[in-house]
C-alpha cells in the first residue's frame, strides 16, 4: 500500500554491513535482556514482556525495506496520480455512506469534519484494507537492535511495550508496517500513547478492527493538533503570471491575495476575506496551486508532507461531496 513511509521516504540507504548492525556488535539476545531491563525499570509485567517477545528474531525484510527506501524525487503531479484515483474516492465514499452517523459522532465530539479524516484513513490504509502485517515489537526491535536510528526505535519499542502492558491489543494482533506504524491510522506507538481513544468504550484503544476507536483517534490527532472546527484546509486556485508565490509560511488576508488576481478554480472562496492564507505550489509556477489556510498545517502534523497534505484534503473533499 503506497503510505507515507512508501512514497516519502525521504533519503535512500545502502545495505550495512554487519559490524555496522547491533550497537557496536551486540548480540540480538543481549540486546532484548537490555530492553527487558529497560522496560521492567518503566513497570512493564514480566508476563507481558514473556509474550512480546516470544519467537522475536531479527527480520530481515525489516532491514531490507529500511535500506531499500525509495529517494524523495517524486513529483506532485505522479504522487497525485498514484493515490486520488477513482477507485480511493469511491472507496471512501462506500466507507463514508456505511459509517456516517458515527462521522457525525466523531465530528461532534472532536471538531473535526469527516472529510478529512476519511481523506487520511484513505491515505493511511485504504479505508482499513491495508495495515500492514508486520509483527510491530519485532519490526522495532529489529531496527533498534540495528543502530542507524537506534534511539528513535528503542523509544517507540517501550512504548510499544507499555501498549501491550495496558492489554489494548494481544501480541499477534500487533501488525503494522516494516517501521512500527500501526494499524488503520498507522500511528507509531508514541503516537498511539498520546492520541488513540476508545471511542467505542470497551476499555480498550483498538485502532487494528474498532472503526470508531480509528475515526476518533485520527479526529483526537487533528483537534490536538490545532485543527479548527467548522473551517477547511485549503482549494485550487488559478494565480495570474508573475505573481511570486512563496509556500506555507507567507501568509496574508485571503482578501490581500484577492486583489492580487488570485480565483478559485470552482465555486467561491471557502473561507472569509480575513482569513490568514497563503499559496503553495507543490510542482511549481505553472502547476497545480492551492490556497491553504490553518488546518493545512493541522494535517501537516499528522504527516509533514506538502503533498501528503494536499492529497488528504483533496481525498476528503471529494469523497464528502
Given at each position: 500500500m503506497p503510505t507515507r513511509r512508501f512514497l516519502l521516504a525521504s533519503t535512500g540507504s545502502a545495505i550495512l554491513s554487519a559490524p555496522a548492525f547491533a550497537a557496536q556488535g551486540d548480540s540480538f539476545a543481549g540486546f532484548l535482556n537490555d530492553v527487558r531491563a529497560e522496560a521492567r525499570k518503566a513497570g512493564i509485567r514480566p508476563v507481558t514482556l514473556d509474550s512480546a517477545f516470544a519467537g522475536v528474531t531479527v527480520n530481515q525484510k525489516v532491514l531490507d525495506r529500511d535500506h531499500h527506501q525509495p529517494e524523495s524525487t517524486?513529483?506532485?503531479?505522479?504522487?497525485?496520480?498514484l493515490l486520488i484515483t477513482d477507485k480511493r474516492i469511491a472507496d471512501g465514499r462506500q466507507a463514508m455512506n456505511a459509517n456516517r452517523a458515527l462521522f457525525q459522532r466523531v465530528e461532534q465530539s472532536y471538531g473535526v469534519s469527516p472529510g478529512i479524516i476519511a481523506g487520511i484513513w484513505g491515505l493511511e490504509s485504504s479505508f482499513g484494507t491495508g495495515t500492514g502485517d508486520f509483527r510491530v515489537v519485532e519490526a522495532l526491535a529489529t531496527l533498534a537492535w540495528e543502530g542507524r536510528r537506534a534511539s528513535f526505535f528503542r523509544g517507540e519499542l517501550?512504548?510499544?511495550?507499555?501498549?501491550?502492558?495496558?492489554?489494548d491489543?494481544?501480541?499477534?494482533?500487533?501488525?503494522?508496517?516494516y517501521a512500527g506504524a500501526m494499524g488503520q491510522p498507522q500511528f507509531m506507538p508514541t503516537s498511539y500513547l498520546r492520541y488513540a481513544v476508545d471511542f467505542?468504550?470497551?476499555?480498550?484503544?483498538?485502532?487494528?478492527?474498532s472503526v470508531p476507536d480509528v475515526l476518533a483517534s485520527i479526529a483526537n490527532y487533528l483537534a490536538r493538533s490545532g485543527w479548527r472546527a467548522g473551517q477547511t484546509w485549503g482549494q485550487a486556485v488559478t494565480v495570474p503570471g508573475g505573481l511570486?508565490?512563496?509556500?506555507?509560511?507567507?501568509?496574508?488576508?485571503?482578501?490581500?491575495?484577492?486583489r492580487a488576481g488570485v480565483r478559485p478554480t470552482a465555486g467561491p472562496w471557502a473561507a472569509t476575506g480575513d482569513t490568514p492564507a497563503a499559496l503553495v505550489a507543490p510542482d511549481g509556477a505553472g502547476g497545480d496551486?492551492?490556497?491553504?489556510?490553518?488546518?493545512?498545517?493541522?494535517?501537516?502534523?499528522?504527516?509533514?508532507?506538502d503533498y501528503y497534505a494536499i492529497a488528504a484534503g483533496l481525498i476528503g473533499d471529494r469523497v464528502a461531496a
Open positions: 517524486m513529483t506532485w503531479t505522479r504522487y497525485r496520480a517501550i512504548a510499544a511495550l507499555k501498549i501491550l502492558d495496558h492489554g491489543v494481544a501480541p499477534g494482533r500487533m501488525t503494522g508496517s467505542e468504550g470497551n476499555g480498550r484503544r483498538d485502532i487494528w478492527t511570486d508565490i512563496q509556500g506555507r509560511d507567507v501568509k496574508r488576508p485571503l482578501s490581500e491575495w484577492a496551486t492551492f490556497m491553504v489556510f490553518d488546518n493545512f498545517n493541522a494535517i501537516r502534523r499528522y504527516n509533514p508532507s
